[in-house]
């Protein structure tokens, strides 16, 4: 699914986790927002969530991811792989358009409504038109710098801010 019209970033790394986001929103190629909120905590703050996609698609999702953490007291994978069945087989879910990442203190996942619920070997994970350069970035400079996993999901979003023109510098950005 190609997502074209933010870019969010996770983060593993030194013993820290770290979700960033765009706040753009763009209508065909019109930008109608700035400063929204892409990347938000659920489940009392353990896990962190970020989207790209229709926003009312991914409202519905998190809605149901909360009830998934909630039905499996917080296990992420557990919830993640439930919530993927129910996007791939539900009728109304199936045509939610939208991706997520959903991260807690041992997790980072991405999910998507093909039934994907997938783990990266490198910690780093990137969705939304800007994705590939904010990974790529992030790939870099977990290998080539000192830098911390905040200052990396920073970076990162300002080259794919500097690249992708459905991607802005409103970043927001929360941390494990």
């Not at 905590?41 to 896990?47: D, K, M, Q, S, W």
């Not at 994978?77 to 109304?92: C, G, H, I, P, Q």
């Not at 350069?133 to 790939?139: D, M």
Request: proline fraction near 1%; include cysteine; charge should be neutral.
């Amino acid at each position: 699914m190609k997502i074209r019209s933010t870019t969010i970033i996770s983060v593993r790394h030194r013993g820290e986790v770290v979700v960033a986001g765009d706040g753009q929103v763009t209508m065909g190629d019109t930008v109608v927002k700035h400063a929204a909120r892409k990347v938000r905590r659920l489940y009392n703050g353990t896990v962190i969530t970020g989207f790209a996609g229709a926003t009312a698609d991914a409202f519905t999702l998190f809605d149901k991811l909360e009830k998934k953490l909630d039905q499996y007291k917080g296990n992420l994978l557990r919830s993640a792989v439930e919530l993927a069945k129910d996007w791939r087989t539900d009728k109304m879910l199936r045509r939610l358009e939208a991706l997520l990442i959903a991260v807690d203190r041992e997790t980072s996942l991405l999910l998507s409504g093909n039934g994907d619920v997938i783990e990266p070997d490198d910690g780093i994970l990137a969705i939304g038109s800007g994705g590939p350069y904010a990974r790529a970035s992030a790939l870099s400079l977990v290998e080539h710098s000192e830098l911390d996993a905040e200052a990396i999901c920073r970076a990162s979003m300002q080259v794919a801010a500097s690249i992708c023109v459905y991607t802005n510098q409103e970043i927001t950005l929360e941390k494990l």
